[in-house]
């Protein structure tokens, strides 16, 4: 079965890092690209960083941009975002998924949740 | 970047209905258009890509057409489960952005 499982999030002071992890299963990770996307509390989906299935083309919204660096280790079959400087409005659960041949996000995990607060 | 807009932002409906959303970009992305559904407290579920196929496993009453800039989606026999939050979001371009959201309610 098609597994995603997201982990590292918490509460952290703003300024400060957390690196996101998401570790893939039932599926051929190093031949997908792969994202991440942020629901902040009570509002709608925010698509944050993506990448290709090498590891390359990577890119990010402009919000995020400088501040959040999205990799992956396709022979741990894991997809990272470290998000530093972090400021209240990046509070959100946040997702990794499974680009499809369109680009589609066909595969989520369950999120977690970064909390930014003093 | 590209704007996704979507109307309405929320409609009052009942389980049997026949419900359409729109969704609007601001610039072409061809057929690169996706619906998203998110039922509370769950996370995010595909049902259409490429503007009209249908992913594998979603029920047949789920519909997506359009093309260029202009999309709909289109339930055709609402069921229980179907109340809550749908999104479109554009994969033609990085930043790969959503609409807004429309949540459909129950009446």
């Known amino acids: 079965q098609v597994h995603l499982v997201e982990s590292g999030g918490g509460v952290v002071q703003p300024g400060r890092s957390l690196r996101l992890s998401c570790v893939a299963s039932g599926f051929t990770f190093s031949s997908y690209g792969m994202d991440w996307v942020r629901q902040a509390p009570g509002k709608g989906l925010e698509w944050v960083a993506g990448l290709w299935f090498d590891g390359s083309n990577i890119h990010y919204a402009d919000s995020v941009k400088g501040r959040f660096t999205i990799s992956r280790d396709n022979s741990k079959n894991m997809l990272f975002l470290q998000v530093t400087s972090l400021r209240a409005e990046d509070t959100a659960v946040y997702y990794c998924?499974?680009?499809?041949?369109?680009?589609?996000?066909?595969?989520w995990g369950q999120g977690t949740t970064v909390t930014v607060s003093s | 970047d590209i704007q996704m807009t979507q109307s309405p932002s929320s409609l009052s409906a009942s389980v049997g209905d026949r419900v359409t959303i729109t969704c609007r970009a601001s610039?072409?992305?061809?057929?690169?258009l996706n619906w998203y559904v998110q039922r509370p407290g769950k996370s995010p579920q595909l049902l259409i890509y490429a503007a009209s196929s249908l992913q594998t496993g979603v029920p047949s009453r789920f519909s997506g057409s359009g093309s260029g800039t202009d999309f709909s989606l289109t339930i055709d026999g609402l069921q229980p489960e179907d109340f809550a939050t749908f999104y479109c979001q554009q994969s033609y371009v990085s930043p790969r952005t959503f609409g807004p959201g429309t949540k459909v309610e129950m009446k």
């Open positions: 998924a499974r680009e499809g041949a369109l680009y589609e996000a066909d595969v």
């Open positions: 610039q072409t992305v061809t057929r690169y």
